[in-house]
Structure formats: C-alpha cells, structure tokens
C-alpha cells in the first residue's frame, strides 16, 4: 500500500512516520522545501520527543520520502493548516489547494482522507470538487474525514493508543478509512458519518476551552476577592464529580484557541457559551498584561526608577517550543509596546533565539530582575529558588501555594 501526505507539519509528519513504520509505503509532501529537504535527509523540523531516532529509521528503510509534489498513491491524506482569517472566519483554502493538487491522480478504488480540523460540510464539499472535476470517479472511490487527538509532547503514544473518529461520506468509505487506520492505530476506531466527524473534533476542543474559561473566571474573581485560586480549585475538585481544570495567562496553540471559531462562525446564535468562552480566555491575556503594567508603574512610583521585568515564557504551553497563537507572547508584546521595550527581559528555555525577541537565560533573567512574571509553568521555572525579595505576578501556578 502506498500513502500520501499532504502536509508534513506538526500532525502530518508523524502520521507519515508512523504510518511508514507500520509498512506502508510513504510519500509526504510539502510545499516548503526545506522541510522535504531536512525530510528525506531523515531530519525532523519540530521538537517531538522520540520523533526524530524514528524518522531516521524509516527514511533509511525506503518507507518514507519527501517531495514537494504528490505521487499516485493508494490513499490520499490531506493534513494542512485551516487557519481563520481577520473575522474568525475558518480558512480551508489550504485544504481545497491540497485537494486540487491530488485530483488529476485519482485512480478507481482509491481513499481519500481528510485528517485538517475543518468546518462541518467541508468534507462533502471537498466531495463535490473532486466529482465535478472527476465525474466519472462517483461511486468509485472512498471518501472519509479522520481527525487527529493527539497532544504535542506525546504524539508518538497516542497516534498509535488514541480511539478514532472515523466519517465517511457512505458506508463504505468509513469501512475502506477504518481497514487503513487499523494498519497502525491500536485504540478503538469509531464509526461515524464525515459531518459528524467534522463536528465531534471541534466540540472535544471547545469542551476544553469552555472549561478552562471557567478555571480562568475563577481566577479573576479569586483575584478580586482575595483568594488562592489553585487551592480553592484543588479542594473544589475533591467532590466526587467536580473536576475543574488550571487557569493560565490564557489559551493558545493552533487547536483551542482556533476550533471554537469554526462553530461560532457558522452558527452564531446557536454558541453563545462557546463564544463567551473564547472571549474570556482571550480577556484572561489581556488582564495579565495590565496586571503587569500596573505592577510596573506601582515599582516605580516607590523605588523611583523603572524596574527590570523578567517575562517568564513564550511558548502556549509548558516544556514545549511552539510559540503559535501564545498568550505568553501576547502579554510579552503588549508589555513591551507599553514600555518602549525598557528595561523587559524576555525567557523562552525551549527556543534558542527568536527573530523579534532578544531572549535572555532564565536563570540571568532571574537573578537581575526586580518583577518576575510567570507565563508558562515550564519545569525549569518550577525549580528556581523562591525569592521574597521580588515582585511575583503568577500567571501559571509555579507557586501554587
Ligand atoms: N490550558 C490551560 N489550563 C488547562 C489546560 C490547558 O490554561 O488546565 C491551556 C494551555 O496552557 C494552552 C491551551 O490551554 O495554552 C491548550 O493546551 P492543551 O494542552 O489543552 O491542548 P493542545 O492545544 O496542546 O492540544 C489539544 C488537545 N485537545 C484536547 O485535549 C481536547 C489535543 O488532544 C488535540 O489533538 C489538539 O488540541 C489538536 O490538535 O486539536
């Protein structure tokens, strides 16, 4: 069986190694050619634990090869961004280009997959485009959408352990989608139709995103009201079916804070919590940053001289290096713009350098600062000595007593 990716970013690249690990002749594709450069010199361009010792083994084997054009295959992936644009409006301009560009390489009996989070009805329109450009294909081919689950930081584990969504356009396409994935997938593989599919991947995500604006609420009103809030949360979540999750500076990375969107903007009556959820998580950013500013201004006003900050973190969550939609780098940014970049030290310990940030060692940073701000509970951060002597604004939980 011979696959092809389109798209080797953060989830397509390892679908393809594992997908290639598990026999299946591989070609991933993608249209940035110093990734299918680095690809088939059997380097990975991201940071996955475990990732790259596996890359280098199936590139070695012959199973997987890189390209910046697709090769008939037998089945088809498509794993592309759908950003949204200014409006919240999803993007699928990258899934209908990856689509296009494997049409003229449809054969009889081939799959068709789509694994992009992607607004309800894409599938089917991605169907359409495919049979008016290919008609005589109706009937002939396996159409099906297939969300990935998997969490940065543990992809390899739970490509293979997760369960799967799996939604044909008919029956039989989500049995042909279902004997693919059971080559390489070890969780349960759910049946189900592609709109449902569609929608069952944007509600798992803002699920989580609802759940953490309440987290986030809590925090606000904790503030106000002078209460710890990661102690009110972990004896909240003594009760038996109370399970509240942590608030932070805010909600980032390229799914929650970007999923809820492509429900909001098609059924906007209908979402008013998931609407207020992503206001609220946004909201939540935009507190720390003035928490920081006034925290600033107040140094100053006693010590008169401006402080020295120490912006802990940059990336949208802990122990990873992807900085994509970051409330980190948002409050980072709007910090900086307020104070004419004085006197702001910025710390990233999973990036060595960043093309507008300049990045100091945390430990310098650390030492040399009057206010720290806590953005990502990075475990680096958790093992720095507590120190009285400074301004402490806690985004994250370092301290959570
Ligand atoms: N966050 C909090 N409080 C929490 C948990 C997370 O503030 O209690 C924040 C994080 O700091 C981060 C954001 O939420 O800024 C998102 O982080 P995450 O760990 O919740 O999720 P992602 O974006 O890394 O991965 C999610 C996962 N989806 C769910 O858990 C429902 C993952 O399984 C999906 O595969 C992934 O989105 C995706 O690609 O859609």
């Known amino acids: 069986m011979k696959a092809c990716f389109m798209g080797l970013g953060y989830i397509g690249l390892p679908t393809a190694i594992i997908a290639a690990e598990h026999g299946i002749k591989v070609i991933g594709v993608d249209i940035n050619p110093q990734v299918v450069d680095m690809t088939n010199q059997g380097l990975i361009h991201i940071v996955e634990p475990g990732l790259q010792e596996l890359c ?3 590139v070695t084997s012959g199973h997987l090869k890189a390209s910046v054009k697709p090769e008939t295959s037998d089945v088809y992936l498509v794993v592309v961004p759908t950003p949204f644009k200014g409006n919240h409006e999803p993007d699928i301009s990258y899934v209908e280009t990856a689509t296009r560009s494997v049409i003229p390489l449809l054969k009889e009996n081939d799959l068709f997959i789509i694994e992009s989070t992607s607004p309800v009805g894409t599938t089917d329109k991605m169907t359409d485009l ?19 689950r998997v969490l940065p930081g543990n992809v390899i584990y739970e490509l293979v352990h997760n369960d799967r969504v799996i939604g044909g356009i008919n029956p039989e396409s989500t049995e042909k989608a279902i004997g693919f994935y059971s080559r390489f997938v ?10 449902t599919a569609e929608m069952c991947k944007l509600t798992e995500n803002s699920s989580r995103d609802v ?3 309440f987290a986030n609420e809590l925090s606000l009103i904790c503030d106000k009201a002078g209460i710890n809030v990661w102690e009110l949360i972990e004896l909240a979540n003594k009760h038996p079916r109370v399970h509240i999750l942590q608030p932070g500076s805010g909600v980032g990375g390229h799914c929650i804070a970007v999923d809820p969107y492509f429900i909001t903007a098609e059924f906007p009556y209908e979402s008013q ?17 003035e928490k920081v500013e006034n925290a600033m201004l107040k140094f100053e006003l006693e010590h008169n001289r401006k402080p020295v900050v120490a912006m802990m973190g940059l990336a949208f969550k802990p122990d990873i290096d992807d900085l994509r939609e970051s409330p980190a780098k948002y409050i980072t940014t ?7 970049n004085a006197d702001i030290l910025v710390v990233e310990p999973n990036v060595r350098e960043h093309k507008i940030f300049k990045l100091t060692n945390y430990k ?38």
């Not at 495919?130 to 990935?148: T, V």
């Not at 070890?186 to 709109?195: D, E, F, Q, R, V």
């Not at 990502?376 to 120190?387: G, I, M, S, T």
């Open 211 to 213: 759940q953490i604006a």
């Open 334 to 340: 709007k910090v900086m713009q307020s104070r004419n």
């Open 130 to 148: 495919i049979f008016s450009l290919r008609p005589e294909l109706k009937g002939k081919i396996y159409i099906a959408y297939c969300p990935e």
């Open 273 to 289: 919590l998931i609407a207020k959820a992503r206001e609220i998580n946004n909201y939540k950013a935009f507190w720390c940053a």
């Open 186 to 195: 070890k969780g349960t593989l759910h049946k189900t139709n592609a709109k």
């Open 364 to 401: 310098e940073a650390y030492e040399k600062a009057d206010i720290i701000v806590f953005l990502v509970a990075h475990k680096e951060f958790k093992e720095l000595p507590r120190k009285e002597n400074k301004v402490i604004l806690d985004f994250c939980g370092i301290y959570k007593k």
């Open 56 to 58: 280098g083994k199936v």
